[in-house]
């Protein structure tokens, strides 16, 4: 059986058509490839050059071999074809899930940073409801998910990600606006644009009212932080919303710490039993690090 090296060395003195011009093609020294040839034709048996004043020409019953010999290196060719895309992405798609809180700002942020590494990879971003998370992994129409909430199923395993904070936006020119913090009960005397409470999202946000015992009115609900912020930037109430929707700020809102703790925490989730691909494990990591560094331009505030 003839050994990868003897293949190839069998092959550059083919396509050379001499022993010194493979040696070149093979950068090694000439005598070298003459006596692995001959170390070749007598171990195998074969014959595979005709040598004539110098020249190495193929022998008859060596055609064949030569030629699968190609269709060997074709094929190693296409293989080193193949680790190139998959090094640059080209032959991958990786799919993203995110809830809306994560999926506006720290996605596109972390997607960014995944295209310097895989310049060809393709991707396909879904904006998920929590409800929907467990079809889309179950489905394989995701790899991962980020969420904003965590639960449990038996086909689906939950990691952390990353830990949040809240904070009040109100409209610029509010009383508000110019505060260093404010807390959770002066919050409770304005009308509040919110998402409902039965929803996961809003219940991270209900959370710091129901803690202290606080009651509150929510005049205007909205099924997405976007549009909360949107709301209170049109002057229709003011609202807490999670530290990654604001990580770029929202032009005419002002932004304001809340006295009280607020910490919440993130989570990525995959099928149960799925091997992550590099692409996403190393989205996964760029995605944690653009939230573990995220704050939103707070004034004053680094």
Known sequence: MMTLRQIEVIRAVMVAGSISGAAKILNVSAPGISRLVKHAEGTLGVRFFDRR???????????????QIDEVY????????????????????????????????????????????????????????????????????????????????????????????LFCIVPERHPLATRASVGAAEICRHPLIGIDAADPYGRIMAHLFARLGLTYDVPIKARFGSTVCALVRAGLGIAVIDQFTLADGIPGVAIVPIAEPTRFETYVATKRGSVMSAHAAHFVARLRAEMVGAGPPVPGRD
């Open 53 to 67: 004043n110098g020249r190495f020409a193929p022998t008859a019953e060596a055609r064949s071999v030569f030629e």
């Open 74 to 165: 074709r094929k190693i060719d296409d293989l080193g074809d193949t680790i190139t895309a998959m090094a640059r992405g080209t032959a991958s798609e990786l799919r993203i899930g995110a809830v809306p809180s994560i999926a506006q700002v720290m996605v596109p942020r972390a997607v960014a940073a995944v295209r310097k590494r895989f310049p060809d990879l393709r991707l396909n971003i879904n904006v998920l409801k929590l409800e929907e998370v467990i079809n889309h992994l179950l489905l394989d129409k995701v790899d991962c998910v980020a969420m904003s909430y965590r639960f449990e199923h038996p086909a689906v395993d939950v990691e952390p990600l990353a830990a949040g904070e």
